[in-house]
């Protein structure tokens, strides 16, 4: 059964920063593009970030330059480093496998971000 | 960006109704395209994936189809528990891009 938990989640002030983790298991990740999608409260999913299998990354427009997402196959572990953190940022933040190409067939619970002072 | 355009945003109907909902991408998306369903509280469940490959454990009375720039999804006799948002997004091009969403509610 594969299993995705995700954690680091928090309040932050505006300017701050978080990293977020996923633990991964049920699946060879590093057979799998991930991503981290998140979803602000009463608004639909919006992705974030990808990173394939071997290492390429993609990102969503206004994250680009504060975010950065990573991966550690021999953990099976997913990263979200976020820099620069914004009241807009605020969101469940779910890790997802899937990416480029393909589809989000399983979906972590998520972990929220509340950025506000 | 490729912009996703689903309609309606909301829709009633009854227990056994047809229900049909469509997605419209900015630009071909060849078939990268995906349904969701999601229920308050709930992650999003993926229900359809290449525009019409039906996910493992979805009940048969889900279906999608198109190609290029215009897809849909067809529930063939709505149930109880088919009540929910339904989201598409493609999946052609960064940035991936979902649509924003359908609420199927109870007549």
């Known amino acids: 059964e594969v299993q995705l938990l995700e954690s680091g989640g928090g309040l932050v002030q505006p300017g701050g920063s978080l990293r977020l983790s996923c633990a991964a298991s049920?699946?060879?990740?590093?057979?799998?593009?991930m991503s981290w999608v998140r979803q602000a409260p009463g608004k639909g999913p919006e992705w974030v970030s990808a990173i394939s299998g071997s290492g390429s990354t993609y990102y969503t427009g206004s994250v680009k330059g504060r975010f950065t997402i990573s991966r550690d196959n021999s953990r099976n572990t997913l990263y979200l480093q976020m820099n620069s953190l914004r009241a807009e940022d605020t969101a469940i933040y779910h890790c997802a496998r899937g990416g480029i190409a393909t589809h989000f067939d399983d979906w972590g619970q998520g972990t929220l971000v509340t950025v506000s002072s | 960006d490729i912009q996703m355009t689903q309609s309606p945003s909301s829709l009633t109907a009854s227990v056994g109704d047809r229900v049909t909902i469509t997605c419209r991408a900015s630009?071909?998306?060849?078939?990268?395209l995906n349904w969701y369903q999601q229920k308050p509280g709930k992650v999003p469940k993926l229900l359809i994936y290449?525009?019409?490959s039906l996910q493992s454990g979805v009940p048969s009375g889900f279906s999608g189809s198109g190609s290029g720039t215009d897809f849909s999804l067809t529930i063939s006799s709505l149930q109880p528990e088919d009540f929910a948002t339904y989201y598409c997004q493609q999946s052609y091009s960064p940035p991936l891009t979902f649509g924003g969403g359908t609420k199927v509610e109870i007549k």
């Open positions: 049920g699946f060879t990740f590093s057979n799998y593009a």
């Open positions: 290449a525009a019409s």
């Open positions: 630009q071909s998306i060849s078939s990268y």
